[in-house]
């Protein structure tokens, strides 16, 4: 059996930027991205705290350091710069897994810089291949 659990969660994440024109994803900066361990190209579900849409997508990965937040593709229509996101994603684990288990997860500003970061991104012992 495996219990679906949170992975990582990037919470209060501002948006930044837009493109239509893009095939698709969200441009996270890398640095955010690698901190609560998202893989380029990985799934992910965004929730939008002004309008409440909820969507899925995949990272792609911004500038490291630029606080890079863009909706790409359709899912430009589902925020507007400035809109607060939450951006999680979640993994399969045994249950003997979820024992230890503890999500990454960081808190933005309005600068998407990180104002706190959960002490159980340290914690956690489970391979990033989850």
């Known amino acids: ?36 361990g998202l893989r380029h190209y990985e799934k992910i579900l965004v929730s939008n705290m002004r309008n409440g ?9 911004g500038e490291p350091g630029a606080g890079q937040i863009q909706l790409n593709g359709a899912t430009a229509h589902l925020g507007e710069v400035g809109d607060r996101l939450t951006i999680m994603n979640f993994g399969s684990y045994t249950p003997d897994e979820t ?17 706190r970061s959960d002490a159980a991104e340290a914690a956690s012992t489970l391979s990033a291949a989850h």
């Open 99 to 115: 024992v230890s288990h503890r999500p990454r997860v960081i808190v933005l500003n309005e600068h998407n810089e990180v104002v």
């Open 53 to 61: 849409e909820r969507f899925e997508t995949y990272v792609i990965y």
């Open 1 to 36: 059996m495996q219990v679906t659990l949170l992975k990582s969660k990037i919470h209060r994440a501002a948006v930044t930027g837009a493109s239509l024109d893009y095939e698709g994803s969200m441009t996270i900066s890398s640095d955010l991205a690698e901190r609560v």
